[in-house]
T-cell receptor, first 114, second 114 residues
Framework: EAGVAQSPRYKIIEKRQSVAFWCNPI?????LYWYQQILGQGPKLLIQ????????DSQLPKDRFSAERLKGVDSTLKIQPAKLEDSAVYLC????????????FGEGSRLTVL | AQSVAQPEDQVNVAEGNPLTVKCTYS??????LFWYVQYPNRGLQFLLK??????LVKGSYGFEAEFNKSQTSFHLKKPSALVSDSALYFC????????????FGTGTRLTVIP
């Protein structure tokens, strides 16, 4: 079974530039999550999708971050414009069941904002 | 509001000795509890979970965890540590209400000394 795929693995940009991350979840997983992991901290949820609908985006900085999950499969997370404090690893995860199932994580996309 | 505390940033243990990584939680209602491990430059990997039933949960790679409701704890344990167990360990909680997403602790770095 293929895991959660993310790209790019690494990205370096200047502040105020834009960046986009892509995620392909495990086939059949209805729930998709984007987490932000700043160095030395635990992952923090940015947004959660159930199929192509948003379940929770309360922690998403909506003035600069946006995410979509068209057709309920792949998802894209965009940051525009980027700030220095956005430097982090962006983790995508998917799960089969919303409540009791474990999350399966991709390897992450490491963003460095200079 | 939910929270997860991992009181130790770093745990060192000699190879072959038992190890414990501590976790306490605070949630409304019954918790679903998880442990994940993160190796360098990799995504999080699921180790084990407690949903209901037996308080002692067995997981991957010989790890186990004990759910203690009165102490609101979910400590990760292994009878005999291996050097390959050295990694970053995250405790997480998922509630039965609301969006049911996973809330992570700040992580504990385990180093197993040969």
């Amino acid at each position: 079974e293929a895991g959660v795929a993310q790209s790019p693995r690494y990205k370096i940009i200047e502040k105020r530039q834009s960046v986009a991350f892509w995620c392909n979840p495990i086939s059949g997983h209805a729930t998709l999550y984007w987490y932000q992991q700043i160095l030395g901290q635990g992952p923090k949820l940015l947004i959660q999708f159930q199929n192509n609908g948003v379940v929770d985006d309360s922690q998403l900085p909506k003035d600069r971050f946006s995410a979509e999950r068209l057709k309920g499969v792949d998802s894209t997370l965009k940051i525009q414009p980027a700030k220095l404090e956005d430097s982090a690893v962006y983790l995508c995860a998917s799960s089969l069941w919303q409540n009791t199932g474990e999350l399966f994580f991709g390897e992450g996309s490491r963003l460095t904002v200079l | 509001a939910q929270s997860v505390a991992q009181p130790e940033d770093q745990v060192n243990v000699a190879e072959g000795n038992p190890l414990t990584v501590k976790c306490t939680y605070s949630v409304s209602g019954n918790p679903y509890l998880f442990w994940y491990v993160q190796y360098p430059n990799r995504g999080l990997q699921f180790l084990l979970k407690y949903i209901t039933g037996d308080n002692l949960v067995k997981g991957s790679y010989g790890f186990e965890a004990e759910f203690n409701k009165s102490q609101t704890s979910f400590h990760l344990k292994k009878p005999s540590a291996l050097v390959s167990d050295s990694a970053l360990y995250f405790c997480a909680v998922r509630t039965q209400t609301g969006a049911n997403n996973l809330f992570f602790g700040t992580g504990t770095r385990l180093t197993v000394i040969p």
